[in-house]
């Protein structure tokens, strides 16, 4: 039999050996979040992209209108949102160049001139609807005149992109600072506007169409949401931390950036669905069908109290700001990839900036000009979306990170029924009817 100092003896060992084991766990889940946070920043830049003034616009209509009957929307454009921007970033990792640079190997001269000239219109429109966005924010904030604001945005967004000459990673931290801010000003709105969590379940995985018009609607909320110029811009988000890497820490790189995507996408997708939420609890419930994102600001007031309002306000205008930066990014993204002309930083910057400054300095319609933007979107997704399945879907130029045969098929039913939601989205617009 053991003595009792024996089992003391025994005693203190299991225990070195538990806080031992556990010490080991700790710190490999350290050295992972570590690990993680390294990579974490190129999804969150571009999940940006998916939170702009224009998902505000039509997010705020369809729960207005609708209650919580589109939220599904939202979640079936986010899933599909997140198989391309995977795809981007996979293609930019496999190749070591962004979409822009591969397509002018791939394709024709004359191929790479129409995708340039689509891949321009794309950056340019996002960014009309930015600076709109942000412009109004500052409108709705300080009751800044919006020529006023465009210029102040134009400013700022300069200031956003010079920080690139300090390196990615600060450009990064930026964005996430915004993306941060819009989180918690729409965290605010969904604790003031107590909405029904058992309907937003119910509705979130059951699909409906209430009636002809909820189509219309639901089309627009799904062409706000996926975005062509961010497809050009992550593959080349991804280089910073591409660069002399064999295939094997490729394939770890593309798994923390798959990672990255989950999270930052995620956090797009809760705040589309947080303003559809809020718009059908405060909106619907008083029987108001808003059309625009004034009268949003207006009617938060007197339903929801100031704070409402203003934290309605600074989303908007951090939304703006950053999307706006992005914006001008992927505008120079495409500027040097598909022609193979490199134009100086500054000029890239004016030109993808200068319609937006026409447009608010004009004083057209900011509603209007909104519109036209996510027309313009639509009409050139096509371009970004095929030319990056061809090249994913190609083992010499993919290599091991070739699409699998699923991958490929999901990859052109994805496709398809984006391209088929747009062109309904273009004929809407144009025709007026189905």
Not at 55 to 78: E, K
Not at 165 to 190: D, H, P
Not at 349 to 358: E, G, N, Q, W, Y
């Amino acid at each position: 039999m053991q003595n009792e100092n024996d089992i003391v003896h025994d005693y203190k060992n299991v225990k070195i050996d538990v806080y031992r084991t556990e010490r080991k766990t700790i710190e490999k889940m350290v050295a992972r979040i570590r690990k993680l946070f390294r990579y974490l920043g190129p999804a969150f830049i571009v999940s940006v992209a998916y939170i702009d003034p224009g998902n505000l616009a039509t997010n705020i209509s369809g729960g207005s209108t609708y209650n919580y009957d589109l939220i599904w929307v939202i979640l079936w454009s986010n899933i599909l949102a997140i198989f391309l921007q995977y795809n981007s970033a996979k293609l930019g990792i496999a190749t070591g160049f962004n979409l822009p640079e591969i397509c002018s190997i791939v394709f024709s001269r004359r191929v790479n001139i129409i995708l340039w000239i689509a891949a321009e219109l794309a950056s340019m429109a996002t960014t009309i609807a930015e600076f709109i966005g942000a412009a109004l924010g500052f409108y709705l904030l300080f009751n800044i005149p919006l020529p006023v604001a465009g210029l102040v945005t134009s400013i700022v967004t300069f200031a956003i992109t010079y920080l690139q000459k300090y390196g990615q990673r600060t450009i990064e931290a930026t964005i996430i600072f915004f993306v941060g801010i819009i989180c918690i000003a729409y965290s605010l709105e969904i604790f003031l506007a107590k909405p029904n969590w058992a309907e937003i379940g119910k509705h979130m995985l059951i699909p409906s169409l209430p009636d002809s018009n909820a189509l219309l609607i639901a089309v627009g909320m799904f062409g706000a949401t996926v975005m062509p110029h961010v497809i050009y811009l992550h593959s080349q988000l991804v280089q910073e931390r591409n660069i002399g890497l064999n295939t094997e820490q490729k394939k770890q790189h593309l798994a923390m950036e798959k990672t990255d995507i989950i999270i930052a996408m995620n956090i797009a997708f809760i705040v589309n669905a947080a303003i559809v939420v809020v718009s059908a609890a405060v909106f619907y419930k008083e029987g108001m069908i808003l059309n625009s994102i004034e009268q949003a600001h207006r009617s938060l007031e007197p339903l929801l109290g100031p704070i409402s309002s203003s934290a309605f306000a600074i989303a908007l205008l951090a939304s703006g700001f950053s999307s706006s930066a992005v914006g001008t990014m992927a505008g120079e993204t495409v500027m040097d990839g598909f022609i193979n002309i490199k134009f100086p930083s500054m000029m890239k910057r004016l030109i993808t900036m200068i319609p937006a400054m026409i447009i608010i300095l004009a004083g057209l319609n900011p509603m209007k000009s909104l519109v036209l933007s996510q027309v313009l979107l639509s009409f050139t997704l096509p371009f970004a979306i095929i030319p990056m399945l061809i090249i994913t879907n190609r083992r010499d130029l993919m290599g091991d990170f070739v699409n699998s045969p699923l991958s490929k098929v999901i990859g052109w039913i994805i496709a398809s029924v984006t391209i088929a939601f747009n062109s309904l989205l273009l004929i809407i617009t144009f025709v007026g009817k189905i």
